[in-house]
């Protein structure tokens, strides 16, 4: 899967994490779990995720991270796969110094992983600690925002999870050089190759630190969770599996393509509409034909959109009106929302300066960094389990709104709505 990245604004380099495998055999059967952070590039003998996507080429991967290998070694492994040595290296996999070649990308093996774990499962819960620390600093700030059917958890899950641990964090943390940016630009996409050697028993389940977006003219839909409850019956999510459903003309030249581009034009103008029902229903309980009346679109058609909205629980019907149960921010709520970031960087800078250095210390001796890999690369593994972990505390400690509550037809991730430009820090 690949998910498209926001414009503009501290989403800008949103990180989000691609947890697909490619390839001919079972994902059980390969030694590795393969994907990218950030976006994936069309052509597949550039795609990191496709050119790993068998166990024989994971097996070779995992042979070079032991020891580097010479470029004859490495062509004859490959030599009946339709890419080449340099377009690993080009990929971001390889790297060739004095004639060998070392892996170039966050190959976790096991070892690595369980030594990542027992490290970010207590900073995880220390992050939390320093969020729940200002923790009225950030109730004061929620007090501007009105939202009737909502409380303040779900809009500091959004804000303070997503806008600020997910996004600004990795702002934060490349730009103060603790976290390398995207290792690769190919085709306007970029990426950081990664791998997890299985063997690890690790839950997604509570880990929430993916978010899925789609901008419109005014406005952009979030789903922010975890990867354990996929896919997510959510916007955009739900728009972008009708690319699926052109799977039975694989076999005919560039018809997959030509007809998932002709659809995506319509999902902006699907995603338009919504935004205007849900803008309607922010503070006012309304019924369907008042609805029409205030947004210009036809009842019919609002009547549908407000069918699937009711079984998504972006609204919830109470008789003849309908209220709105998803976040929904306006630029009326962009200063209590930078207000938000400019707390949550400086926690997140000061523990940074108080626990980075010890941290790089103690993770010293991983796979990626005995073969060359600068830690500031890896380091954006490192951090989404932090923050993941982080935010998972910040549920159970009642903070943040629980995905996971009684009650909620969908799981594993809560929705938004907000307008373009409220995640800018000045």
Not at 22 to 50: F, W
Not at 74 to 98: C, S, Y
Not at 139 to 164: K, M, N, R
């Amino acid at each position: 899967m690949t998910f498209r990245m926001l414009s503009g604004g501290l989403a800008a380099s949103a990180v989000t994490l691609t947890l697909s495998v490619s390839g001919l055999l079972a994902q059980e059967e390969l030694p590795l779990q393969v994907g990218i952070t950030g976006s994936t590039p069309s052509h597949h003998t550039k795609n990191p995720s496709y050119i790993l996507g068998s166990a024989e080429v994971q097996q070779l991967i995992l042979e070079i991270a032991a020891e580097p290998r010479r470029h004859a070694y490495i062509k004859e492994a490959i030599a009946d796969r339709p890419f080449t040595v340099e377009d690993m290296v080009t990929a971001g996999l390889l790297r060739e110094e004095d004639g060998r070649y070392w892996i170039d990308f966050n190959l976790l093996r096991v070892e690595d992983q369980r030594a990542i774990l027992e490290v970010s499962e207590r900073l995880g819960r220390d992050l939390a600690e320093a969020f729940l620390a200002r923790r009225d600093v950030f109730e004061d700030l929620a007090a501007t925002h009105g939202q009737p059917h909502l409380d303040d958890a779900y809009l500091f899950y959004i804000v303070l999870g997503c806008f600020s641990l997910d996004w600004d964090g990795l702002d934060l943390t490349r730009e103060r050089g603790y976290r390398a940016g995207a290792q690769r630009t190919i085709e306007g996409q970029s990426f950081t190759p990664w791998a997890k050697e299985r063997g690890v028993a690790v839950s997604l389940e509570g880990l929430y630190w993916g978010s899925h977006n789609q901008t419109t003219s005014d406005f952009t839909f979030t789903s922010f969770g975890d990867h354990h409850s996929l896919p997510r019956f959510g916007l955009p999510d739900m728009l972008w599996s009708t690319r699926s459903a052109f799977s039975r003309y694989a076999d005919i030249p560039n018809a997959q393509r030509a007809a998932a581009r002709m659809v995506a034009v319509y999902r902006k103008d699907a995603l338009e509409d919504v935004a205007r029902v849900m803008l309607a229903l922010r503070t006012h309980d309304l019924a369907a034909g008042t609805l029409a009346s205030e947004t210009g679109i036809e009842e019919e058609k609002v009547g549908r959109i407000l069918d699937l909205l009711d079984v998504a629980e972006y609204v919830e019907r109470r008789g003849d009106t309908y209220s709105g149960r998803a976040l929904v921010l306006t630029s009326d709520d962009a200063e209590m929302v930078r207000g938000m970031l400019a707390e949550g960087r400086r926690i997140m800078a000061a523990w940074h300066e108080a626990n980075y250095d010890a941290l790089k210390d103690r993770l010293s001796d991983l796979t990626p960094t005995r073969n060359g890999v600068p830690f500031e690369r890896v380091y954006t593994e490192i951090w989404h389990f932090i923050f993941g972990i982080a935010n998972r505390t910040l549920v159970e400690r009642g903070f943040f709104a629980d995905p996971y509550a009684e009650g909620n037809r969908h799981q594993g991730f809560l929705p938004a709505v907000w307008a373009n430009g409220i995640d800018e820090l000045p």
